[in-house]
Nanobody
Framework: QLQASGGGLVQAGGSLRLSCAASGNTFNLYGVGWFRQIPGKEREFVAGIHWSTSTVFYGDSVKGRFLVSRGNGANLAYLTMNNLQLEDTAVYFC??????????????????WGQGTLVTVSS
C-alpha cells in the first residue's frame, strides 16, 4: 500500500518535497514512479527510479527542476520539486511496479498506486 504526502500551496519559484510511504512487501520491487494529474487530463509521468540500479528518469517538463530519490524507513521514495511553476499544479501520485515489462514512464505498467497529494502553485 502506498501513500503520497507533502503536497500543499506554494508560490511560484518555491519548493516542496513529496514523500511516498509504503507498507507491505517491497522485495523484488522493479521501479517506483511519480505521476501527476489535472482534472480532465491523462495522468502524466513525472519521474521514476529503476529500483535495482537507482537509475532515475524524468518527464521533459520537470527535468532540471525535480529530483526523485529513494527513501528510507517507511518512506519508499521522495520527489523534491524546485522552481515550481503554475503548470506544476496537479494531484501527484506515487506508484510501484514489480514487473520489468514496459517503459518506466508508462502509467499502465504500474500495478500499485497510492492516494495522491495535491500540489497547488500560486503566482
Amino acid at each position: 500500500q502506498l501513500q503520497a504526502s507533502g503536497g500543499g500551496l506554494v508560490q511560484a519559484g518555491g519548493s516542496l518535497r513529496l514523500s511516498c510511504a509504503a507498507s507491505g512487501n517491497t522485495f523484488n520491487l522493479y521501479g517506483v514512479g511519480w505521476f501527476r494529474q489535472i482534472p480532465g487530463k491523462e495522468r502524466e509521468f513525472v519521474a521514476g527510479i529503476h529500483w535495482s540500479t537507482s537509475t532515475v528518469f524524468y518527464g521533459d517538463s520537470v527535468k532540471g527542476r525535480f529530483l526523485v530519490s529513494r527513501g528510507n524507513g517507511a518512506n519508499l521514495a521522495y520527489l523534491t520539486m524546485n522552481n515550481l511553476q503554475l503548470e506544476d499544479t496537479a494531484v501527484y501520485f506515487c506508484a510501484a511496479r514489480y514487473s520489468a515489462r514496459g517503459d518506466l514512464s508508462s502509467v499502465q505498467t504500474y500495478g500499485y498506486w497510492g492516494q495522491g497529494t495535491l500540489v497547488t502553485v500560486s503566482s
